[in-house]
């Protein structure tokens, strides 16, 4: 387990900064502590200053998951967000869409969304943004990628 080299933090950056904005700083001075992302394995992991210390006691074949996963990096060096990133971007996430009741399940089993699906939508959402996708009751569903405004879909 090791630091973030500077490319590899830009492009970590560069994603969040997608989804969450300047909230970026959110994540990382906590008022429960002070949080950082570390490489193992081509997956970052979000994990506490506490924590961090704790692991350095691990030998590294041993170490599994230090901390929460937001992602790996992929063999031509993209970072890919994972769906265990989700809970820390919610709370923070710049726009966000709700999905209704009927078109829910048909998005979660890797469907588009059509506008009539739509149950709400953040004002001001531009076309290719990240967006976090909620349910009607406000639980975080998926973080995508593009929201393609034209096609009135997302994907």
């Known amino acids: 387990m090791r630091p973030l080299t500077e490319a590899e933090t830009r492009a970590v950056f560069e994603k969040l900064g997608k989804y969450i904005g300047e909230n970026i700083q959110l994540l990382v001075d906590r008022p429960d502590g002070t949080y950082c992302f570390r490489l193992h394995r081509d997956r970052v992991f979000y994990l506490s200053e506490k924590l961090l210390k704790l692991a350095a006691s691990v030998p590294r074949d041993s170490l599994v998951a230090p901390g929460s996963c937001f992602g790996k990096f992929t063999k031509s060096h993209k970072f890919r967000l994972s769906v265990t990133a989700l809970d820390f971007l919610a709370p923070y996430a710049k726009y966000k869409v709700w999905v209704k009741p009927g078109s829910e399940q048909s998005f979660l089993y890797g469907n588009h969304v059509l506008k009539s699906g739509l ?8 076309q290719y943004q990240g967006v976090v996708v909620y349910s009607m009751a406000d639980v975080p569903l998926a973080d995508v990628g593009e929201y393609v405004r034209n096609e009135e879909t997302l994907t």
């Open 119 to 126: 149950g709400r939508i953040t004002e001001n959402t531009a």
